[in-house]
């Protein structure tokens, strides 16, 4: 067998506007987030078929011929993909002994991985067919973890740049500029249900109130978009401003909706401090917020902040989003960082 070696990545994701407004049908603007994952898959004349996440300290491998038999009947069409296939599902339960109920992260990756496997062989050059089979391969790994996701996080993986959400479409910016930000972890943990139900419950309490608070939130979506397109053809430094403000009035709008925390009040002032503007990213109560940094964010300033959200016991990284999705890299592409974490699993 010839040594074949690819490596591929894909972006995180983030959202810049539009949390929990968009479960109410509102407008969302979901971003890749240049933090990728990184896959590497090897040819082997074992027999065998090895998985390692490091990450999350998962190392398993199974011969190729126990997996033959779980494959199902009749293949999967990639135009009608509306439904995960519960029987196989069941099958892999069985085949790794990971309880139906309640699965931990370890259970859930390894889950989606065998899935997707079975059931498909990935190409190394991608149309926009090809691109559209990986997004649907990508909504069934989604639909093993989370059971029914809005398809939001696998579009992103797989087309990067900006998308927009609005009534369970998702239509990705022509044009986007790539935006300098801060990705701040609170670690502070949060059921994202229930900050969900939270907000629902509010809205039942209060319908004259909070209706058009998710209004202006689905607004602050429509004229971010409008922004980011025209810093993507004539970038301004009032472009910026506007950003910033519609930062802050979106998560005063959060806080309005009642998904703040004392952590994420805390990162809005001490980036507030040097001049910078976050606002809570996802489902609130903690978790991560981003920081927009402008073009000429000085590298003093931005290494300060991240040292005192350090301080506070939170992590920290720069990046960017708006950044390409789903790629196939050479390794003389990879940065020294990633080729070494990849060559020691």
Known sequence: MDNIDFIFSAPGKAILH?????????????????????LRLKSNSTGKVSLCLPNIHTFMSWDVSSLLPLRPSTAADPKDMCELDA?????????????????????????????IYISVFAESRWSKEELELINSWAFQGERVIHGTP?????????????????????????????????????????????LVAGVRDKIKKFPSVMHPVLESISAVSVTCELTLEEIASDPMP??????????????HHL?????????????????????LHSKLTGAGGGG??????????????????????????????????????????????????????????
């Open 87 to 115: 029987v196989l599902v069941q099958r892999l339960h069985h085949f790794t002994g990971f309880p139906s109920e309640m699965p931990d992260t370890c259970a859930m990756a390894v889950l989606a991985f065998l899935y």
């Open 150 to 194: 809005s398809g939001v996080d696998n579009a992103v993986g797989t087309w990067g740049g900006i998308l927009r959400y609005h009534a369970g479409t998702i239509t990705p910016l022509s044009r986007v500029p790539v935006l300098r930000i801060l990705l701040t972890n609170t670690k502070v943990p949060r059921s994202t249900k229930s």
């Open 238 to 251: 009032e472009h910026y401003a506007v950003l910033e403000e519609l930062i802050d009035i979106n998560q």
């Open 288 to 345: 991560c917020g981003i920081t927009l940094l402008r073009p000429d964010a000085d590298c003093s300033v931005v290494q300060n902040v991240i040292q005192e959200l350090k301080d506070c016991g939170y992590d920290c990284w720069e990046t960017s989003i708006g950044v390409p999705g789903v790629c196939l890299h050479s390794a003389s592409s990879l940065t020294e960082e990633v080729a070494q974490a990849l060559n020691s699993n």
């Open 255 to 275: 806080q309005v909706l009642g998904v703040g925390h004392a952590s994420l009040d805390t990162l809005c002032r001490t980036t507030l401090a040097h001049g």
């Open 18 to 38: 539009g949390e929990h407004a968009v479960v109410h049908g509102k407008v969302a603007l979901a971003v890749s987030l240049n933090l990728r994952t990184y």
